[in-house]
């Protein structure tokens, strides 16, 4: 069941970069919402919010991808390691995974992550994401939240 709630976000975020590449010129906003939401395709060769865009290094590309990969590794491990029922666990560990796995095949396949969704309010915009960002995202607010619950109280 989760393997296949993995390929179901992989396949979410490939049909959504596929069609916002073939479909949109680079760089050019179009309003959804106006005011709020655009739909603007946008290549990033660097991490979260082009965090390293404006570092071109040949061992860029590698290196993210080792981290990438490294980091859906360690989700299996801690996935596998981890009571299978805790289906809010598993889930949000699945979140993560696919949306690492989403973008790492961005990065090995252009040299850069498809990103697409841009929200604004007015003049201030939140930086460019896509589904597997927002896999990520949500699956580590479900992790802390999982987290969270079965923290044991310290004695005073």
């Known amino acids: 069941m989760y393997i296949g709630f993995v390929a179901a976000i992989l396949i979410l975020d490939r049909i959504s970069k596929s069609a916002v590449a073939s479909r949109f010129d680079?760089?050019?906003?179009?309003?959804?919402?106006?005011?709020?939401?655009?739909?603007?395709?946008?290549?990033?060769?660097?991490?979260?919010?082009?965090?390293?865009?404006?570092?071109?290094?040949?061992?860029?590309?590698?290196?993210?991808?080792?981290?990438?990969?490294?980091?859906?590794?360690?989700?299996?491990?801690?996935?596998?390691?981890?009571?299978?029922r805790n289906w809010l666990l598993q889930g949000s560990l699945c979140l993560i995974l696919a949306g690492a796995l989403g973008n790492l095949y961005d990065r090995i396949n252009y040299s850069y992550v498809i990103y697409f969704l841009k929200f604004h309010a007015r003049s201030y915009y939140w930086p460019s994401f896509n589904v597997a960002d927002t896999a990520i995202s949500v699956g580590v607010i479900l992790l802390a939240w999982e987290m969270f619950r079965h923290e044991t109280p310290r004695n005073a």
Do not use: E, H
């Open 26 to 84: 680079l760089g050019q906003p179009v309003p959804v919402i106006d005011g709020l939401f655009n739909i603007t395709y946008v290549q990033n060769t660097g991490v979260a919010f082009g965090i390293f865009s404006s570092f071109s290094s040949p061992v860029k590309v590698f290196m993210l991808c080792a981290v990438a990969a490294i980091a859906a590794a360690a989700v299996i491990v801690y996935s596998l390691r981890s009571d299978v």
